[in-house]
DNA sequence: GGCCAGGCCTCGC
DNA sequence: GCGAGGCATGGC
């Protein structure tokens, strides 16, 4: 069996499962996880002192997983670059310590985010798996031996690209349990099946265009677009506000965080205050 | 069985 | 420009 080791400060696999960037990223033990992403099963086994096995080989690792998991930011220094004076992003930092902004497939991201408006991340996990199951195509998964364990399912599906779902009709994505949000998707396919809408496109635009173009997809508000920029784009100085971080300003910040004072990590600093507030 | 969910769209002002 | 209401389904 092949694997990889790396040894990766701010790393904590578990953390980011159940950090509600991701919904194909689960828990299996203690000291493993797995994700499925970019037509891949991956596991994780956490060896102690910040070593950690991937279940893939050194080639795939260094090109697929190390932009994945935003391994060549520097997370302990954003964290110090937190303000002394900040006692709530402190503790939520250090409470999510470990967690990192994953870099997510876009179209993936797109359309996780369309359907998490206004609903539980257990049932967004649900629809995300029921798509993937439905226009997905079947992965193999790698045999694993020590240091990993054995998988939480029989059969894992890779999330569909656009043409893999261009052939979707009402009815079908409507039976994946999205409700409403059926209607979106459908618009969503079509945007990027037209070519009205690329993934280089996106990824070329600047902040500012790149939010507009998103903002004009139905069913993509504010905080779908934000959202799509943090963690399929890795543009870390987004700052989504959902009734969480609502909560969490008017709590603790008398209704206004003045997120400019970390322009372009103030998306990682969200991720935190997110964290902390529904796990602690 | 009832309530709420990582919001957005439409309408009325 | 802005606030209120409505919204399909799933999970607890």
Known sequence: MNFTTRHIPFFAPDKIALSGQV???????????????????????SLGDDRYAFSCQEDEFDRIWHGYFDLSRDYEAICDSIDPDDTYLRDACSFGYGIRILKQDVWETVISYIISQR?????????????????????????????????????????PAVDEMSSATLADITSTGVGYRAEYIMCAIDDFRSGKITED??????????????????????????????????????????????????????????????????????????????NR
């Open 201 to 278: 496109m996106l990824e070329s635009l600047d902040n500012d265009r790149l939010y507009d173009v998103l903002l004009s997809m139905r069913g993509v508000g504010c905080k779908v677009a934000n959202c799509i920029m943090l963690y399929g784009l890795a543009r870390c100085g987004r700052f989504p506000i959902d009734v969480w971080m609502d909560r969490i300003i008017k709590a603790h910040y008398s209704g206004h965080f003045d997120y400019t004072k970390y322009p372009g990590t103030c998306g990682i600093m969200q991720q935190f205050m997110f964290y902390y507030e529904r």
């Open 119 to 159: 609903r539980s991340i257990p049932s967004i996990m649900t629809s995300v798996d029921r798509i993937s199951r439905m226009y997905g195509k079947k992965i193999k998964v790698p045999k694993l031996g020590d240091p990993f364990v054995k998988p939480l399912f029989d059969e894992y599906y890779s999330f």
């Open 23 to 45: 919904f194909r990223f689960r828990v299996i033990d203690d000291t493993h996880t797995e994700v499925v992403a970019f037509g891949r099963y991956l596991q994780i086994a």
